[in-house]
C-alpha cells in the first residue's frame, strides 16, 4: 500500500521546462523529416540551436513563431528536408503540424502554444511546469488575455491526452501579472488616490440676520 502511495505523488511531482529553446529542440516530428534543424532569431542576427543538414544553406526568414514570453524582433523558426526539398516552419500552425501527434511532453506543450498558451520562463513555479499519468501531460502554463488596462497575464491547468493530443483546461489559476500605467483609468490605486484627494464641501457659513430696527 505504501509502495502504491508512494507511486501515485511521484506520478504527480511537478518539473519544471528548462526554457523554451529546449522544448523546441526537443519536439518528435511526425513524419520523419530526413533532417531539420531550429534557429533563433534576435535583432536580426540568426544563431542555430539545433544544426541539421538542411540548414547548410538555409535562407534566413523575416518572422517566425513563440511559445514563450519574447523580446520585439526575438522569434524561432525550423528548417527540414522532406522528399529532397528544404521547408520551412515560421508559425505556429505550421509547428502544431510538424509535430503531428503528442510522442513526449515537449510535443504536448507546443500544442498548447497552438492554441495561444505560453511558457513563462520567468515565472516557471506557475506558468512553465508539468506532471504526467499514464494517459494525459498536465500542463501549467501562461497566457496573455489583456494587452488594455491592465495588462493581464493568467495561468492555467492544462490536460493534454497522449492519445489524441486533444486539450481541456482543467483549471482556471487567475491572474499572475497585472500591470497598470498611468494612463489606466481603471487603475485601483488611482482612483485610491482620487477619491482621498476629493476637495471636502466647505460647511456653509449661517446667513446673517438683518433685523429692522
Known amino acids: 500500500?505504501?509502495?502504491?502511495?508512494?507511486?501515485?505523488?511521484?506520478?504527480?511531482?511537478?518539473?519544471?521546462f528548462y526554457d523554451v529553446a529546449s522544448v523546441l529542440q526537443n519536439m518528435i516530428?511526425?513524419?520523419?523529416?530526413?533532417?531539420?534543424?531550429?534557429?533563433?532569431?534576435?535583432?536580426g542576427k540568426d544563431a542555430v540551436l539545433k544544426s541539421s543538414s538542411a540548414d547548410k544553406t538555409y535562407t534566413s526568414q523575416s518572422?517566425?513563431?513563440?511559445?514563450?514570453?519574447?523580446?520585439?524582433?526575438?522569434?524561432?523558426?525550423?528548417?527540414?528536408?522532406a522528399g529532397g526539398k528544404t521547408e520551412y516552419i515560421t508559425d505556429l500552425a505550421g509547428l502544431k503540424k510538424f509535430a503531428g501527434k503528442v510522442d513526449n511532453i515537449h510535443d504536448a506543450a507546443v500544442f498548447a502554444a497552438s492554441e495561444g498558451y505560453i511558457i513563462d520562463e520567468n515565472f516557471r513555479d506557475v506558468a512553465g511546469n508539468y506532471y504526467e499519468d499514464a494517459s494525459d501531460y498536465y500542463l501549467d502554463l501562461g497566457k496573455l488575455t489583456s494587452t488594455e488596462?491592465?495588462?493581464?497575464?493568467?495561468?492555467?491547468?492544462?490536460?493534454?491526452?497522449?492519445?489524441?493530443?486533444?486539450?481541456?483546461?482543467?483549471?482556471d489559476n487567475g491572474p499572475y501579472i497585472e500591470l497598470y500605467n498611468k494612463k489606466c483609468t481603471n487603475n485601483p490605486r488611482l482612483l485610491k488616490l482620487e477619491k482621498k484627494e476629493e476637495p471636502k464641501d466647505e460647511p456653509k457659513k449661517p446667513a446673517r440676520s438683518t433685523k429692522r430696527r
Not at 32 to 39: N, Y
Not at 149 to 171: D, H
Request: glycine share 8%.
Open 63 to 81: 518572422s517566425g513563431f513563440n511559445i514563450g514570453i519574447a523580446e520585439e524582433g526575438e522569434f524561432y523558426y525550423i528548417v527540414y528536408s
Open 149 to 171: 488596462c491592465p495588462y493581464q497575464k493568467k495561468y492555467f491547468t492544462l490536460r493534454v491526452s497522449k492519445s489524441t493530443g486533444n486539450i481541456s483546461v482543467v483549471k
Open 29 to 43: 516530428p511526425d513524419g520523419k523529416p530526413s533532417s531539420w534543424g531550429l534557429i533563433h532569431q534576435s535583432s
Open 1 to 16: 500500500m505504501l509502495s502504491l502511495l508512494s507511486v501515485s505523488f511521484y506520478s504527480q511531482e511537478k518539473k519544471q
